[in-house]
């Protein structure tokens, strides 16, 4: 046996207790940090959320603009959540308004000149974020940016500036993933077809072509609605544009010059009865019945001012045969007091928001249940505050669709 014996170690109860305490320390330290490492993601990321939103606030940036448009498959998606498997399917003649989706960006004239100048301009559109291509193929003016083969366009001598036909440009957008969209302008239209100058307003007493000024001062002839060749004119237009695959065609220009009572006496009765605003309803239901003939759609272009103001003519949305209006927005050209649902409001007093929701519901009120309204909207009329509050008001109302030119 070894000297002394085995040597026998004992834990006291205190070093026991003294461990326990130490283990429990560090196990409640580990625990520490993680919830502070939760806590401090939690707090830092809304912080940084914010401080980054305010920074975007202070930043104003003219030229580039994303439209803060909800996509389809964001909204299917949200959708799903809520729906229940007892949910029928829609039957696909039901869908086309519910499926009208975009932002859309007018590309100007300039875009027009070659393939190169449309490819370079689809793709700033698609940097900023847009979803749609607005193209204007018959412009306020009369000119035509598109190759027509219009027996009475080539009458004119500057009718025609275009150089690509309507199915390349089409094409040529659709090839870059947008919605395709087709302007025209109806009436506003100041080219001289031929000599005897075709489809324009006549002086009742010689049947001579009317001007809306003297030939010295640069007298111009305007397309008139009671013409029948202005008539075939905007059908064969509407026609080859609307075959050309283009998903939607605005008609824009449905109004009448801004007639003196001198002019009105020159050309006769038919511009002074209350009813002449038949004729643009004609003109305008013309356009829509020929883009039926094809799958594309059409819309009808109206002044949201003029609405407001009981001035845009063509406004009877019981006798015209369109299920979309787009509706340009102009605050500037609003009147300072308006009567809106039987009640007189000072619109110049509101808030750019506040002004939007209520000329965009009344204008929903006016049309009724089943029109789709498609604001439209010309970024430098506005501040850039005034837009951004704009643009929000017409996607709160449910707006899920919008033109900016």
């Not at 429990?24 to 809304?46: E, N, T, W």
């Not at 193929?137 to 083969?149: D, H, M, R, S, V």
């Not at 094809?294 to 609405?307: H, Q, Y």
């Amino acid at each position: 046996m070894a000297k002394g014996g085995r040597k026998i170690y004992r834990t006291s109860a205190n070093s026991r207790k003294k461990r326990t305490r130490k283990a429990f320390k560090v196990f409640f330290v580990i625990i520490l940090l993680a919830a502070l490492v939760f806590l401090g993601y939690s707090i830092a990321k809304p912080i940084h959320n914010y401080i980054l939103n305010k920074t975007g606030d202070n930043i104003v940036d003219e030229e580039v603009w994303t439209p803060p448009v909800v996509t389809e498959q964001n909204e299917e998606d949200s959708e799903s959540e809520t729906k229940t498997e007892e949910t029928t399917q829609i039957d696909e003649e039901e869908k086309p308004l519910s499926s009208v989706k975009f932002s859309a960006y007018q590309l100007p004239v300039t875009a027009l000149v070659s393939t190169d100048t449309l490819k370079a301009a689809l793709n700033t559109a698609k940097g900023s974020g847009y979803t749609s291509v607005s193209v204007p193929l018959k412009e306020k003016g009369g000119k035509i940016y598109y190759t027509t083969a219009s027996e009475m366009a080539a009458k004119s001598e500057d009718a025609v500036a275009g150089t690509m036909y309507a199915g390349q440009i089409a094409s040529i957008i659709k090839s870059e993933g947008f919605t395709t969209i087709a302007y025209i302008n109806l009436l506003e239209d100041n080219n001289r077809y031929g000599e005897s100058r075709t489809g324009s307003y006549r002086i009742a007493s010689d049947d001579s072509t009317w001007l809306d000024n003297a030939p010295s001062n640069g007298g111009k002839p305007w397309l008139s609605p009671f013409d029948e060749a202005t008539q075939s004119y905007v059908e064969y237009l509407a026609y080859e544009v609307s075959t050309a695959g283009f998903d939607y065609v605005v008609f824009d220009g449905a109004v009448f010059p801004a007639f003196r009572n001198s002019d009105m006496n020159y050309i006769g009765d038919i511009v002074k009865t209350e009813n002449r605003y038949k004729a643009l309803v004609n003109i305008a239901n013309i356009a829509a019945e020929t883009v039926g003939l094809s799958e594309t759609k059409a819309i009808l272009n109206v002044s949201a001012a003029g609405i407001i103001s009981g001035t845009e003519e063509v406004f009877k949305p019981a006798e015209l045969n369109y299920e979309m209006f787009a509706v340009e927005y102009v605050p500037s050209e609003l009147p300072a007091i308006a009567l809106i649902n039987g009640e007189e409001i000072a619109l110049a007093e509101l808030p750019a928001n506040n002004k939007t929701q209520l000329i965009f519901s009344e204008i929903e009120r006016l049309v009724g249940e089943n029109v789709k309204i498609i604001p439209v909207f010309t970024q430098s009329d506005f501040s850039q505050a005034d837009f951004n509050e704009t643009i929000t008001a017409v996607i709160s109302l449910g707006c899920d669709s919008y033109i900016i030119k």
